[in-house]
């Protein structure tokens, strides 16, 4: 009885002492004695935290994503993995001794530019200063090191805590439907079919678009249209027009609207005479006219600047004067592209903001 006692008492103990050791190895795990071993761990952490984030975007690019609090999870996750690699690169170069070889080139030359503080071996004040300027090269190294080590924890707490939440983005973006034509980046290289970035943007231009319009009334006067109007703003040169025409270009667009139009005006009076089914067809160039059996337009007006509000309403009705309204048919959108936010305010849904793809 004795022995069968200890027996037991022996074998609670080893797996009490085995417990212990499981769920308190993780956490003592062993700190890294040195700044370059403390480094190369914070990088291998950003690198599996980077593959992360590569992943999720790339399954989501895709997906046709609709949800506007998803498009923004991923638009702050592409930043972050941007930023990431980009510091991870910085460690990196500076690991290597590219910044320091960076100052050394500089500094030679500098004294090519200057000879007159070349190092003298009999003038005491030259050598004074040559040596002091060598340690003020020689302690800017550390710091350098410090600020790099400081921006890589960052980054990865950073990262950390934006994928803490990733599960449920992962979630949302399996009951997304894929895209139904996509093919490699390969293909796209050749064939200049592929808009790199933009893809948050682009779903949001798409689900404006194709969302299923109330059936028309019984009574539909030419004097009263109602089509949708999508703002799309951003500064010079970012992209509008490269986003409109991609989104003009899907397949799905161009089997949803009979006719797309496009029409460029440098202000106000080229767009109040746009009022007028002749209007249309000679100011405007055609970019997709196809036979479907429902009628639907897509009227494309790029803007350098912005529109009064008289010249805007008249472009859709202005009685006063004998005219009629837009001719257009139940059911048909408008995109509006500027670089002035003034235009935001003809929107009938969010306008859509363009900018950098740098962060």
């Known amino acids: 009885m004795e022995a069968l006692r200890n027996a037991l008492l022996s074998e609670l103990a080893g797996r009490a002492v085995s417990f212990l050791v499981s769920t308190c190895g993780s956490r003592l795990m062993p700190v ?149 034509c996509r093919q490699p980046y390969s293909a796209h290289l050749f064939l200049d079919k592929c808009m790199f970035g933009r893809h948050a943007e682009r779903d949001q231009v798409l689900e404006f678009l194709l969302q299923a319009e109330p059936p028309a009334p019984v009574t539909v006067t030419a004097a009263n249209p109602a089509p949708g109007v999508l703002p799309i703003v951003g500064p010079a040169l970012i992209g509008k027009s490269t986003l409109v025409e991609h989104v003009c270009n899907d397949e799905r667009v161009r089997g949803h609207f009979s006719l797309i139009l496009l029409h460029a005006a440098a202000g106000s009076a080229g767009v109040g005479d746009l009022g007028t089914m002749a209007a249309l067809r000679d100011k405007c160039a055609t970019k997709h006219q196809s036979n479907t059996e429902d009628e639907r337009w897509l009227l494309v007006i790029e803007l350098s600047g912005d529109v009064d509000d008289e010249a805007w309403n008249s472009l859709w009705c202005s009685p006063g004067r004998g005219r009629r309204c837009m001719p257009l048919p139940w059911g048909s959108k408008v995109t509006l592209t500027s670089r002035s936010e003034k235009i935001e305010r003809f929107g009938t849904t969010r306008a859509v903001r363009l900018r950098c793809l740098t962060a």
């Open 32 to 180: 890294p004695a040195t700044v370059q071993e403390r480094e190369e761990s914070l990088m291998h952490r950003l690198q599996l935290l980077l593959l992360r984030s590569a992943t999720i975007v790339e399954e989501a690019e895709g997906r046709r994503v609709t949800n506007h609090g998803v498009l923004r999870q991923l638009r702050v996750l592409s930043d972050a993995m941007v930023r990431g690699h980009y510091v991870l690169d910085t460690v990196r170069y500076d690991a290597g001794g590219g910044y320091q070889r960076q100052q050394e080139e500089d500094g030679s030359k500098e004294k090519e530019v200057v000879p007159a503080f070349a190092l003298s071996r009999f003038t005491l004040a030259k050598r004074a200063r040559c040596e002091s300027s060598s340690e003020t090269t020689t302690t800017a190294s550390p710091a350098r090191r410090r600020d790099t080590s400081l921006q890589l924890q960052r980054m990865v707490r950073s990262l950390e805590a934006i994928l803490a939440g990733a599960m449920e983005l992962a979630v949302f973006l399996t009951a997304c439907p894929p895209m139904s």
